[in-house]
T-cell receptor
Framework: DAGVIQSPRHEVTEMGQEVTLRCKPI?????LFWYRQTMMRGLELLIY????????DSGMPEDRFSAKMPNASFSTLKIQPSEPRDSAVYFC????????????FGSGTQLSVL | QKEVEQDPGPLSVPEGAIVSLNCTYS??????FMWYRQYSRKGPELLMY????GNKEDGRFTAQVDKSSKYISLFIRDSQPSDSATYLC????????????FGAGTRLAVHP
């Protein structure tokens, strides 16, 4: 398996623009997570899905952020409008449906909002 | 106060040294404890996983959990330059294992 695949690897945009980050989880994994990592706040959970249904979005910072999972093999995280403080590395992770806690992370998307 | 505290380092050691990495936490309800390793420009990868208190060993790595002190540790024996990475502790509540709380991460550099 190729692992969790994220695109793009790097995104540079201007304040006010819409940004869409993409994720393909590992085939067969029922859970998908979006995390954000910054120097100041570390790694924070934004939202997670189970069987394509959003379960907990309490970590989404504000209404500018939205996430969807239209099918088991694809998820998006959208920021509209983007702001400089959104600059961070965004990680997608997935895991199977068992008591094993093992999360598999993608390589992340480095987002820079100018 | 953060729920999980971890010294960000950086920690620099010579090859072959024993490395000790630590985290403290405030929520006594945490039951699952993990250590992740993150190489530069990569996502974290699970290194060790323990449930409740005790020790767990895997090769050169040993994880310890002391719930009475709310303190977890990761020991790396015979450290290698390839161990140079950021190490993040993570923990979750029993039954709430989807919501991992991560420490800030400790940067480790092992020099030849």
């Amino acid at each position: 398996d190729a692992g969790v695949i994220q695109s793009p690897r790097h995104e540079v945009t201007e304040m006010g623009q819409e940004v869409t980050l993409r994720c393909k989880p590992i085939s067969g994994h029922d859970y998908l997570f979006w995390y954000r990592q910054t120097m100041m706040r570390g790694l924070e959970l934004l939202i997670y899905f189970n069987n394509n249904v959003p379960i907990d979005d309490s970590g989404m910072p504000e209404d500018r952020f939205s996430a969807k999972m239209p099918n088991a093999s694809f998820s998006t995280l959208k920021i509209q409008p983007s702001e400089p403080r959104d600059s961070a590395v965004y990680f997608c992770a997935s895991r199977g449906d068992s008591l094993n806690e093992k999360l598999f992370f993608g390589s992340g998307t480095q987002l820079s909002v100018l | 106060q953060k729920e999980v505290e971890q010294d960000p380092g950086p920690l620099s050691v010579p090859e072959g040294a024993i490395v000790s990495l630590n985290c403290t936490y405030s929520n006594s309800a945490f039951q699952y404890f993990m250590w992740y390793r993150q190489y530069s420009r990569k996502g974290p990868e699970l290194l060790m996983y323990t449930y409740s208190s005790g020790n767990k060993e895997d090769g050169r790595f040993t994880a310890q959990v002391d719930k009475s002190s709310k303190y977890i540790s990761l020991f790396i024996r015979d450290s290698q330059p390839s161990d140079s990475a950021t190490y993040l502790c993570a923990m979750s509540l029993s039954g709430g294992y989807n919501k991992l709380i991560f420490g800030a991460g400790t940067r480790l550099a092992v020099h030849p």
